[in-house]
């Protein structure tokens, strides 16, 4: 990257006043296609630019569809100069909407200077159906067909369905609006590799469903150059309610350094289908699946940081590994800046750290679309330097303190609220901050490049060499109203990991303070009483609380129970009960296994109680998930167990049975999964890849 660009990284905070010559001028927009393309190509834009400031520039990608409102698909990023020209990242494309005449704009601008300035191309995109016949393609990932059908009318609905070749039950999209006079397109999912399926449009119009034209299509095989994982399948107990289990796997730790895709599988853990980025350098972290398909998930690529990568993206996918739409951490950093964040700027705009820096530098584990009108919440994480002996730190030196921000998008993907557990919004009558006197139970520090933690920014001469890991949060979960008499709007729950603790942040849809309700946990003394809940120990368990927990949401659109994934850091490192060096790797729920949990949460009387407790039969001393289905079993993902025999870990994908004596019990276990040195992040047991968990 060019010095230029660089030194901006660096003053990237300093608004400088533009002279009055400065203008940026947008002097190209390129297509690898001229228009008009079919539905379902892939279209290249690259636009570039000259700047009379200093720069350097950034390019914003959005995109009008036929009689709609403009969409934000790729927001601002860096471009790269030569010869006195700005050339911006390119926007790689591929419409699977509706035929007709779409505006491509592209934005450039100079976040130094201020200067911007736009502009507008038209691009036709033309229907693949002729007349009534529908037609099948194939896309880019050879488990995924595109469908396209002719029309259907106005107040119809529409969905495909596809069986394989020799059964006779068939798998269904999710049903769709019919949109005169435009065709309808659906990417189908959901299929065996090298296997036939017919493939039909279903409309329903007035509760009547009419078949379609019959067409075949067959898979091709996985391709060899990635590396899937090895499932194996323990059919006890299967439950054709829920026949998918989407996997989404990292490597921390361990000796193996392979790196697998997204991948669903049936019960028997046959895939049918994947997601891998198209970059082979890059990974991904599924946070969540969507409606109607696709995946939000952090991604690695290069952002306004440069020389930093890990998890600069955040990017919603479709089912064929198309980019649907992404923001950035240099976007947000400036967005949050625009909403006057004193901790939300960029880390590379500080060059010394002393006490009160504070910077975010990169999403992480977890981004829900729950929220209403579309808006989306993400989490960040937060360096801040405090004084020296901080947190106990006994190294004499300010001490950099990693936090969380919970940031809110509206449905163009923009910052619209964010929380800081440094600088909470508002006032109120709830408190605000966690005190920073908490100290994580078990202590954990990041270094500059520490498995498992955010790259780390403000470490470096005259900072102590490891950052306090304080909080690490790991779950999200939008809390609808009516709760807590509130009928105004929703709030946020969200799990901290490393203060074993489950926390309600005021957010009643953008209107609250931001305050801190609740939290819920072992570990909640010091915090004013009426955030303190009770636990109801109906196993007589000698350690009820869950600790250092993962994927925590309330079931039933909020009407519960909680579930949560125990994974029972803390639990198991306490000497005091006998669960440290004492414990076994089988045994009753008193060892050192790790728990599935369901809770009801009653917040009038402040009383937690335990619906289920389940000894998962193995450790994971990290992720892993929870989830109630609506045929009242549970699925858990146990996703980094030590194999005791072969060395490295494994994971467990178990739906287990919501009924039965009191006492915890395991089983059945639909899918086991000896992965070697692998590890799971999150699980999810789904009816079809079109039907994710509602928590």
Request: with cysteine; charged share 10%; net charge negative.
């Amino acid at each position: 990257m060019p010095n230029k660009t660089l030194s901006f990284r660096i003053a990237l905070m300093v608004v400088l006043a533009a002279p009055g010559f400065a203008g940026v001028t947008l002097t190209a927009i390129k297509q690898s296609h001229a228009s008009p393309e079919p539905i379902g190509k892939t279209i290249t834009f690259t636009a570039t630019a000259t700047d009379t400031s200093a720069g350097p520039v950034a390019f914003q990608y959005n995109i009008t569809p036929p009689n709609g409102s403009q969409l934000m698909i790729k927001d601002f990023n860096l471009g790269t100069l030569s010869g006195g020209t700005w050339t911006a990242p390119s926007f790689v494309w591929v419409p699977v909407g509706v035929e007709g005449t779409y505006q491509i704009e592209v934005v450039a601008k100079d976040f130094i200077s201020g200067q911007s300035t736009s502009k507008t191309v038209s691009y036709v995109v033309n229907a693949v159906v002729k007349g009534s016949t529908p037609v099948v393609e194939k896309t880019s990932n050879p488990l995924v067909a595109l469908f396209s059908a002719p029309s259907c009318a106005a107040g119809s609905l529409m969905r495909v369905a596809y069986v394989e070749s020799g059964k006779t039950q068939p798998s269904v999209t999710n049903w769709v609006g019919c949109h005169p006079p435009a065709t309808m397109t659906f990417e189908v999912a959901g299929m065996y590799p090298s296997s036939t399926y017919t493939m039909y449009a279903q409309t329903k119009t007035n509760g009547t469903i009419t078949n379609g034209t019959s067409l075949s299509f067959t898979t091709a095989a996985l391709p060899t150059g990635i590396t899937f994982p090895i499932f194996t399948p323990t059919p006890a107990g299967t439950d054709t309610t829920y026949p998918v289990v989407l996997h989404n796997f990292i490597t921390f730790s361990g000796t193996s350094t392979t790196e697998y895709p997204d991948v669903a599988t049936d019960l028997d853990g046959n895939i049918i289908w994947y997601y891998s980025p198209n970059d082979s350098t890059n990974s991904d972290v599924l946070t969540r699946p969507l409606v109607g398909g696709g995946e939000l998930t952090f991604q690695d690529d290069i952002a306004w940081a440069g020389n930093v990568t890990q998890e600069q993206f955040l990017r919603q996918i479709d089912l064929a590994g198309n980019v649907v739409r992404e923001t950035n951490m240099g976007a947000v950093q400036q967005e949050l800046l625009a909403l006057g964040s004193k901790d939300g700027g960029p880390c590379t705009a500080i060059t010394h750290p002393t006490v009160g820096s504070a910077c975010i530098g990169a999403f992480h584990h977890d981004a829900i679309q729950t929220l209403p009108n579309g808006y989306m919440a993400a989490l960040v994480d937060l360096e801040k330097i405090f004084p020296a002996g901080t947190q106990g730190d006994t190294t004499g030196l300010p001490v950099d303190i990693i936090g969380d921000m919970i940031l809110v998008f509206n449905s163009n993907w923009q910052v619209v609220w964010y929380w800081d557990v440094f600088n909470p919004n508002g006032g109120g009558t709830g408190y605000a901050p966690l005190p920073i006197t908490r100290t994580a139970p078990l202590k954990e520090t990041c270094g500059t490049s520490t498995a498992g933690c955010p790259p780390m920014f403000l470490l470096g001469t005259g900072i102590a060499p490891l950052a306090h890991d304080w909080l690490h949060a790991n779950s999200l979960y939008y809390w609808p109203a009516p709760q807590d008499g509130n009928t105004t709007g929703g709030d946020i729950i969200w799990s901290s990991r490393h203060q074993d603790l489950v926390l309600k942040v005021d957010y009643k849809d953008g209107s609250g303070t931001g305050n801190i309700l609740w939290t819920m946990g072992a570990t909640d003394d010091g915090l004013q009483p009426a955030s303190k809940f009770t636990f109801v120990n109906t196993y007589n368990d000698p350690w009820p609380w869950f600790s250092h927990q993962h994927d925590v949401g309330m079931e039933n659109a909020g009407a519960g129970p909680l579930t949560v994934f125990d994974n029972g850091d803390t639990r198991v490192s306490s000497a005091p009960l006998g669960l440290g060096t004492n414990c076994h790797p089988t045994g009753g729920v008193n060892d050192c296994d790790s728990r599935g949990m369901a809770l009801t949460v009653d917040e009038s009387t402040m009383m937690v109680t335990p619906v289920v407790s389940y000894d998962l039969g193995g450790y994971s001393t990290a992720m892993g998930s929870a989830q109630l289905l609506s045929n009242g079993n549970y699925f858990f993902e146990n996703p980094i167990v030590v194999n005791l025999t072969k060395g490295g870990t494994f994971g467990y994908s178990m739906e287990i049975s919501g009924t039965g004596p009191p006492a915890p019990q395991v089983g059945p276990a639909d899918v086991i999964m000896d992965l070697g040195a692998s590890q799971h992040y999150r699980g999810f047991q789904m009816q079809s890849l079109y039907n994710p968990p509602t928590t």
